[in-house]
Protein backbone atom coordinates (compact mmCIF):
# COMPACT_ATOMS: atom_id res chain seq x y z
CA UNK A 1 0.00 0.00 0.00
CA UNK A 2 1.49 3.53 -1.27
CA UNK A 3 2.37 5.43 1.85
CA UNK A 4 2.99 9.65 1.39
CA UNK A 5 3.29 11.28 4.66
CA UNK A 6 4.32 15.24 5.82
CA UNK A 7 6.22 15.86 8.55
CA UNK A 8 3.34 18.42 9.77
CA UNK A 9 -0.85 18.13 9.73
CA UNK A 10 -0.73 21.83 11.23
CA UNK A 11 1.39 24.35 10.91
CA UNK A 12 1.36 28.50 12.03
CA UNK A 13 4.19 30.47 11.19
CA UNK A 14 5.23 34.19 11.61
CA UNK A 15 5.41 36.76 8.32
CA UNK A 16 9.36 35.93 7.38
CA UNK A 17 9.92 33.20 9.11
CA UNK A 18 11.57 30.52 6.68
CA UNK A 19 8.87 27.46 6.84
CA UNK A 20 9.94 24.03 5.75
CA UNK A 21 7.73 21.50 4.75
CA UNK A 22 8.68 17.70 4.41
CA UNK A 23 7.22 14.89 2.50
CA UNK A 24 8.04 11.20 2.47
CA UNK A 25 7.02 8.33 0.19
CA UNK A 26 7.58 4.76 0.68
CA UNK A 27 6.97 3.74 -3.28
CA UNK A 28 10.29 4.08 -4.84
CA UNK A 29 8.58 6.54 -6.69
CA UNK A 30 10.84 8.44 -9.08
CA UNK A 31 7.82 11.44 -9.43
CA UNK A 32 6.83 14.25 -6.33
CA UNK A 33 4.40 17.38 -6.85
CA UNK A 34 4.06 19.65 -4.08
CA UNK A 35 0.70 21.10 -4.69
CA UNK A 36 -1.23 24.20 -2.76
CA UNK A 37 -5.20 23.75 -2.46
CA UNK A 38 -7.25 26.72 -1.72
CA UNK A 39 -11.30 26.58 -1.80
CA UNK A 40 -12.49 27.15 -4.76
CA UNK A 41 -9.41 27.01 -6.80
CA UNK A 42 -8.67 23.39 -7.23
CA UNK A 43 -4.85 22.09 -6.81
CA UNK A 44 -2.12 24.24 -8.42
CA UNK A 45 1.15 22.72 -9.17
CA UNK A 46 4.22 24.65 -7.35
CA UNK A 47 7.35 22.27 -8.29
CA UNK A 48 7.46 19.08 -9.95
CA UNK A 49 10.51 16.69 -9.43
CA UNK A 50 11.45 13.62 -11.70
CA UNK A 51 14.69 12.50 -9.95
CA UNK A 52 16.89 13.01 -7.04
CA UNK A 53 18.34 16.87 -7.45
CA UNK A 54 15.99 18.00 -10.58
CA UNK A 55 13.49 19.77 -10.36
CA UNK A 56 10.73 21.43 -12.50
CA UNK A 57 8.78 25.07 -11.57
CA UNK A 58 4.78 24.47 -11.82
CA UNK A 59 2.11 27.07 -12.01
CA UNK A 60 2.96 29.00 -9.11
CA UNK A 61 6.66 28.69 -7.96
CA UNK A 62 7.09 31.81 -7.30
CA UNK A 63 7.86 32.30 -3.00
CA UNK A 64 9.04 28.82 -2.92
CA UNK A 65 11.73 26.35 -3.36
CA UNK A 66 12.34 22.74 -3.25
CA UNK A 67 14.79 20.09 -2.47
CA UNK A 68 15.41 16.51 -3.15
CA UNK A 69 18.71 14.97 -1.83
CA UNK A 70 17.33 11.59 -1.65
CA UNK A 71 14.51 9.50 -3.74
CA UNK A 72 12.20 9.00 -0.99
CA UNK A 73 11.91 13.02 0.17
CA UNK A 74 11.09 16.16 -1.30
CA UNK A 75 10.95 19.11 0.91
CA UNK A 76 9.20 22.41 0.21
CA UNK A 77 10.77 25.27 1.19
CA UNK A 78 9.19 29.09 1.83
CA UNK A 79 12.42 31.37 2.36
CA UNK A 80 9.97 34.01 4.08
CA UNK A 81 6.35 33.58 4.67
CA UNK A 82 3.96 35.54 3.46
CA UNK A 83 0.07 35.87 5.47
CA UNK A 84 -0.60 35.31 1.46
CA UNK A 85 0.93 31.71 1.47
CA UNK A 86 -1.72 30.63 4.30
CA UNK A 87 -3.02 27.48 2.49
CA UNK A 88 -3.23 23.94 2.65
CA UNK A 89 0.09 22.11 1.20
CA UNK A 90 -0.14 18.64 -0.42
CA UNK A 91 2.74 16.54 -1.67
CA UNK A 92 2.13 13.75 -4.21
CA UNK A 93 4.11 10.86 -5.89
CA UNK A 94 3.67 8.67 -8.77
CA UNK A 95 6.05 6.24 -10.63
CA UNK A 96 7.74 6.86 -13.76
CA UNK A 97 7.98 3.68 -15.92
CA UNK A 98 9.20 3.46 -18.65
CA UNK A 99 8.38 6.74 -20.01
CA UNK A 100 6.65 7.50 -23.90
CA UNK A 101 3.40 8.86 -24.85
CA UNK A 102 1.47 6.55 -21.90
CA UNK A 103 3.59 7.61 -19.45
CA UNK A 104 1.01 9.28 -16.95
CA UNK A 105 0.21 7.30 -14.04
CA UNK A 106 -1.49 8.16 -11.01
CA UNK A 107 -0.37 10.19 -8.40
CA UNK A 108 -0.58 9.18 -4.81
CA UNK A 109 -1.52 12.15 -2.36
CA UNK A 110 -0.24 13.02 1.09
CA UNK A 111 -2.52 14.27 4.20
CA UNK A 112 -1.47 17.45 3.46
CA UNK A 113 -0.35 20.30 6.05
CA UNK A 114 -2.57 23.26 6.92
CA UNK A 115 -0.52 26.44 7.06
CA UNK A 116 -1.55 29.29 8.57
CA UNK A 117 1.14 32.39 8.20
CA UNK A 118 0.32 34.91 11.24
CA UNK B 1 -0.42 25.80 -21.04
CA UNK B 2 -3.60 23.25 -20.10
CA UNK B 3 -5.92 24.61 -19.32
CA UNK B 4 -9.14 22.97 -17.60
CA UNK B 5 -12.73 23.57 -16.79
CA UNK B 6 -15.00 21.78 -14.85
CA UNK B 7 -18.92 22.29 -13.99
CA UNK B 8 -20.87 21.98 -11.90
CA UNK B 9 -18.74 23.86 -8.60
CA UNK B 10 -21.49 22.97 -6.68
CA UNK B 11 -24.30 19.71 -6.93
CA UNK B 12 -26.82 18.63 -4.76
CA UNK B 13 -28.61 15.11 -5.75
CA UNK B 14 -31.50 13.34 -3.70
CA UNK B 15 -29.92 9.78 -3.04
CA UNK B 16 -30.41 7.22 -5.36
CA UNK B 17 -30.17 9.78 -8.53
CA UNK B 18 -27.56 9.92 -10.71
CA UNK B 19 -24.71 12.51 -10.55
CA UNK B 20 -22.69 14.37 -13.77
CA UNK B 21 -19.77 16.44 -13.49
CA UNK B 22 -18.01 17.19 -16.53
CA UNK B 23 -14.97 18.80 -17.33
CA UNK B 24 -13.00 20.22 -20.84
CA UNK B 25 -9.59 20.67 -21.79
CA UNK B 26 -7.63 22.64 -24.40
CA UNK B 27 -4.77 20.65 -25.13
CA UNK B 28 -5.53 18.33 -27.94
CA UNK B 29 -1.81 16.14 -27.13
CA UNK B 30 -3.43 15.31 -23.66
CA UNK B 31 -3.72 11.97 -23.32
CA UNK B 32 -4.72 10.76 -19.77
CA UNK B 33 -7.54 11.67 -17.42
CA UNK B 34 -8.30 10.73 -14.09
CA UNK B 35 -10.67 11.91 -11.49
CA UNK B 36 -10.30 12.31 -7.61
CA UNK B 37 -12.62 12.10 -4.58
CA UNK B 38 -11.70 14.06 -1.43
CA UNK B 39 -13.83 13.62 1.20
CA UNK B 40 -13.88 15.90 4.26
CA UNK B 41 -10.50 16.74 5.91
CA UNK B 42 -8.92 13.31 4.09
CA UNK B 43 -6.44 13.33 1.06
CA UNK B 44 -7.26 13.05 -2.76
CA UNK B 45 -7.98 9.50 -3.99
CA UNK B 46 -7.89 8.33 -7.70
CA UNK B 47 -11.03 6.96 -8.05
CA UNK B 48 -11.10 6.29 -11.88
CA UNK B 49 -8.73 7.47 -15.11
CA UNK B 50 -9.05 6.88 -18.78
CA UNK B 51 -6.70 6.91 -21.37
CA UNK B 52 -7.38 8.97 -24.76
CA UNK B 53 -7.70 5.68 -26.59
CA UNK B 54 -10.44 4.64 -24.76
CA UNK B 55 -13.92 6.39 -25.03
CA UNK B 56 -15.75 5.15 -21.94
CA UNK B 57 -14.92 3.19 -19.00
CA UNK B 58 -16.98 1.87 -15.95
CA UNK B 59 -16.01 0.85 -12.57
CA UNK B 60 -19.34 -0.37 -10.57
CA UNK B 61 -21.57 2.76 -10.05
CA UNK B 62 -18.82 4.67 -11.68
CA UNK B 63 -18.58 5.34 -15.13
CA UNK B 64 -16.51 8.50 -17.35
CA UNK B 65 -16.62 9.08 -20.71
CA UNK B 66 -14.61 10.87 -23.14
CA UNK B 67 -14.92 12.71 -26.25
CA UNK B 68 -11.02 13.46 -27.60
CA UNK B 69 -12.79 15.67 -30.75
CA UNK B 70 -14.70 18.02 -28.34
CA UNK B 71 -12.49 17.63 -25.57
CA UNK B 72 -14.68 17.04 -22.87
CA UNK B 73 -14.92 14.03 -20.21
CA UNK B 74 -17.41 13.79 -17.94
CA UNK B 75 -17.25 11.22 -14.67
CA UNK B 76 -21.34 9.67 -13.98
CA UNK B 77 -22.01 8.06 -11.01
CA UNK B 78 -25.67 6.19 -10.70
CA UNK B 79 -27.09 5.23 -7.51
CA UNK B 80 -25.58 7.62 -5.55
CA UNK B 81 -25.39 7.03 -2.02
CA UNK B 82 -24.34 9.45 1.31
CA UNK B 83 -20.88 8.24 1.33
CA UNK B 84 -20.38 9.60 -2.53
CA UNK B 85 -20.73 12.88 -0.85
CA UNK B 86 -17.09 14.97 -1.30
CA UNK B 87 -15.33 16.89 -3.99
CA UNK B 88 -14.58 15.44 -6.99
CA UNK B 89 -11.10 17.04 -8.83
CA UNK B 90 -11.13 15.94 -13.12
CA UNK B 91 -7.68 16.84 -14.18
CA UNK B 92 -5.75 16.19 -17.65
CA UNK B 93 -2.22 15.42 -18.37
CA UNK B 94 0.11 17.92 -19.86
CA UNK B 95 0.38 16.65 -22.77
CA UNK B 96 1.10 13.03 -24.04
CA UNK B 97 2.86 11.56 -21.29
CA UNK B 98 3.15 14.06 -19.30
CA UNK B 99 3.98 13.44 -15.33
CA UNK B 100 2.17 16.55 -14.67
CA UNK B 101 -1.50 16.77 -14.48
CA UNK B 102 -3.77 20.03 -14.77
CA UNK B 103 -6.48 19.66 -12.21
CA UNK B 104 -10.34 21.62 -12.65
CA UNK B 105 -11.13 23.56 -9.72
CA UNK B 106 -13.59 20.94 -8.08
CA UNK B 107 -17.19 19.74 -8.09
CA UNK B 108 -18.41 19.56 -4.36
CA UNK B 109 -21.02 16.96 -4.02
CA UNK B 110 -23.73 16.41 -1.35
CA UNK B 111 -25.83 13.46 -1.78
CA UNK B 112 -29.26 14.04 0.54
CA UNK B 113 -30.77 10.70 2.46
Known amino acids: DVKVTQSSRYLVKRTGEKVFLECVQD?????MFWYRQDPGLGLRLIYF???????EKGDIPEGYSVSREKKERFSLILESASTNQTSMYLC?????????????????FGPGTRLTVT | GENVEQHPSTLSVQEGDSAVIKCTYS??????FPWYKQELGKRPQLIID?????GEKKDQRIAVTLNKTAKHFSLHITETQPEDSAVYFC????????????FGKGTKLSVIP
Open chain 1, 92 to 108: ASSHRGRGGVWASYEQY
Open chain 1, 27 to 31: MDHEN
Open chain 1, 49 to 55: SYDVKMK
Open chain 2, 27 to 32: DSASNY
Open chain 2, 50 to 54: IRSNV
Open chain 2, 91 to 102: AASRGAGSYQLT
